[in-house]
């Protein structure tokens, strides 16, 4: 990206693009995230009127919190493990649906409803699809002689049933997204590869993914964002079970604030270790993905 | 009646004037001559349920007058919205909430006592309550909530089932079992392919607390101990609880892994006996089940029903308007001498001892087994830790229940836990 | 590879997804099926996907249901204005701070850009509460405001971060020329930049009103009054008290509370794919 010479004559028209967004961003995120980072060194507690300053006292429990730890690595889990399908197969279905198919309206539609149910919807949806005792994927496949399990309810395997059901709720709008950036590509660019007799593994290889690659990034950022902060589905699916085996940082999180104690400037301690943690993630990520692109 | 009221002395007369009538008589009678005040009302009653209390509550606008606006909002969410919408002022007139949270709302500031003087005042008396219902509104001896209803436990018996297994005498009826040896035994003869003979729990049986609690209660132990300081799970009572909790799917195999559905299971045939709350059995017949409904039978040393009756509250406001103050009380007075029109549509059995001889309801099996029940009802204890206690026995109880931890070590763990608790 | 052999491959490939297709359907299938069944049929072995009888009885409960508060059809409204409402600021807002960090040099560019996208790691549940208390102060409380400008803050990161990796990849070529004949930023910005963006802006569009539609955790505290419940929170009410759920009308809530979100896909769909090309533009 070549350097931009700052216009001299609207020295402040940055800042006049950025004003409205900024001002958006500054009075409903920054301050109420700044005072939560205030209330992680107080005892606060909804329902208490005072709170009083106790250092950094919050943190320090976390390293006895052995829930805690245990979410912690439970998040990463989940992080790690769904990266590969979450990213990959709406990109397999991307490029596939790029190319010459026809009825594309029909299937980008049937890939992305799921993505217009609400989270307790595919939740309660999954937990009927994988219920152990009248749940059809139990039924079918004991008529298919295949040993039953409680996916949801076996620590080896919940995680992983989490995984399937978020990849079927959420593969229709990283599609959209791909579907967006693929657009952009020059269709002149495959022909000529086609002509030099390159094949579609190999066009794909030097063609798309190398301009798809901001995208990529973007969608990759986003995910290991939104996994870190995964609570929804999990709360439904699992309530965190079985036992801690798919407690999520949020979870324990959100019961400390919401639900069992209501002590919120402890629950405010986890949100920002949680952050500086995705922080490391992501500039890591940065710096690897930086390569040949644009900054 | 609260010292803290604006000064507007027509308001005040009035009122005044509304508690004497009300003490001389025991019906509800107008709280002033001026327009009516509209009150806010939360309480969790979604569902079938709430059709129901809207029904009451406009039957309770057209005869006196006063507007109600209802929130109604799931237990858990409705919980954690009170404890942010009240400091803030926001909170309702009148809350609906279960016993085991007024010992923590209370203790957060978050409800106002209720003066005797004035509940009394109202009608409302202890002999006119079953005990454990009376008491439940109490925290460190003082009154914040008065009872409506009690939902509570009950075995349902799929006849289909027991039928099928060779569970049925010659009329047809089922044979209900009513001590441990009983449930097994016939569970064992149930359990057979896809179906499971034994159940305790709506959904996710594995980590069911109120199941839990209601057979920690049967063998006489409690989360915690008599003085509410330290908890009682590591006793042998409780660990001989864990440790059936722990065997009836790992040992005895008669019941479903710890995520299964138990109510569909039971309406889909596949579940013989299930113990479970009283809130079921209206769905149970509009999905044309074919049921008998049956007291909890005695699993341990004492045939002990878990109960959780719901609780009228009054919220704390920063200035508190009488008018509102006084339309709330008319309405738990109101719903107090309704209470039968409660249990005979929503099918909860109501605290008040009176209906309880009301032939409408003694006629009908499943209440009538309800109210049988009454003098083995048991409630949580009073403590403001209790919610965050049961809170964190869930996954414990659950890792028991898969067999993934021996009881004895699991009840020592929780209990550790529930002793770090913070006040 | 011969004409005909391209369109075998290409009928091949058509037959392979639209079977992929109807299998990824199936668990929404479910919920349509189990709207349209009637509640003793719902729950049964072996599972039955047709659904007959059908009924209409669990949507007519959730649109006229006897119970006032319920009030869906209002609550449908009151999702339609906040959504579209929160669609607009925040891709006003996201595209217009995301031009000058994509495109501009100035002081503190890394610095904004990295505050804003930063800002995506923290929970929303920990906002939750301080964001209560200053709407509250505002006197936004149960109003569409105190829920159109969170739910739009709540997406402007997310904006932001989408269309600068897109504006990062459009040609700069387009705007020299552009700044050659005498625009103006302003008017690169609009008249060239933005419709070269519908496909991305069409995306965010989506993720805005999908994300503001289906919020629950925030009107659920941020609004007093049942009248001005958007429609998660009053569905919700479709739930049993006691995970005693009532599959038929929760169901029929999901697939109607579904269809407002499809439509605006449909719309916003034909920008993403039929947006314009780049190099038709180039020409």
Known sequence: ?295 | MSKRTPSLSRRRFLGGAALGATALSFRPRRASAQAKPTITYWNGLTGADGKIMDELIDQFTRETGIRMEQQRIVWADLYAKLQVAVPADEGPDLALIHTVEVPHFASDGILEPMVDSVTSAKGFKAEDYLPSTWQGGMYQGKRYAVALDVPQHLLYVNVKVLKEAGLAGPDGKPKIPTTRDEVLARAKQITKGDTFGFAIGTTNPGRYTWGFHNLLWQNGANVYAADLKKSGLSEPAAIEVAEFWGAIQNQHKIAPPANANCRDAFIAGKLGLWIAGSWNFTGLRDAKVEFVAAPVPRMFKQAVVWTMPHQFTFPKKKAVDAAKRDAAWAHVRWMSDHVAEWTLKAGQVSALRKPHSDSRITGDPVLRTLLGQAASWQSGQATPKWVAAENITRPIIENVYIGQRPAAAAMGDLAKQINALPD | MSRTGRSWRAASLTALMVALAIVWLLPAVWVLVTSLKLTENIVRVPPEWIPWPATIEHYGEVLFSSSRTARIGRAFFNSIVVSLGSVALVVLTSAMAAYPLARMRFRGRNLVFGLIVGSLMIPNAVILVPQYVLVQRLGWLSTYQGLIVPEAAMTFAFGVFLLRQFFLTIPSELEDAARIDGADPWQIFTRIVLPLSQPVLGALAIFAFRSAWNDFLWPLIAVNKPDMFPLPVALALLRGAYAAESYGPIMAGAVLSALPLLIVFLVANRRIVEGVRVSALKG
Do not use: C
């Open chain 1, 1 to 295: 990206m070549k350097p931009r010479r700052a216009l001299r004559r609207g020295a402040f028209t940055p800042y006049l693009f950025l004003a409205p967004g900024l001002v958006l961003f500054a009075l409903f995120r920054v301050y109420p995230l700044l005072e939560g980072l205030w209330l992680s060194f107080t005892n606060a507690r909804l329902g208490r009127a005072q709170q009083t300053f106790v250092g950094a006292a919050n943190y320090l429990r976390l390293l006895d919190d052995t829930r805690f730890h245990v979410s912690l690595v439970n998040t990463a889990y989940y992080t790690i493990a769904s990266t590969v399908p979450i990213l990959a197969v709406p990109l397999v279905l991307a490029v596939a649906l790029n190319r010459g198919v026809a009825l594309k309206t029909f299937l980008r539609g049937a890939f992305f409803f799921p993505f217009t149910l609400s989270v307790v919807t595919v939740g309660l949806t999954w937990l009927w699809l994988l219920d152990p005792v009248i749940g059809p994927s139990t039924y079918y496949l004991r008529a298919a002689g295949v040993p039953v399990r409680s996916w949801l309810a076996d620590p080896g395997t919940a995680m992983w049933a989490i995984i399937v059901t978020t990849v079927w709720w959420v593969t229709g709008y990283y599609l959209v997204i791909y579907l967006a950036g693929l657009q952009d590509i020059p269709r002149e660019l495959y022909e000529a590869a086609a002509i030099d007799g390159a094949g579609g593994w190999r066009s794909f290889w030097s063609i798309t993914m190398p301009l798809l690659r901001p995208v990529f990034l973007f969608v990759l950022v986003t995910h290991v964002i939104g996994s870190f902060q995964i609570f929804g589905q999990v709360f439904v699916l699992t309530n965190g079970g079985p036992g801690d085996a798919t407690r999520t940082v949020v979870q324990h999180l959100y019961e400390t604030a919401f639900q069992n104690f209501f002590h919120f400037g402890a629950a405010s301690a986890m949100a920002w270790v949680l952050f500086v943690i995705i922080l490391v993630f992501s500039l890591l990520q940065f710096r690897l993905l930086r390569g040949h692109t644009q900054y």
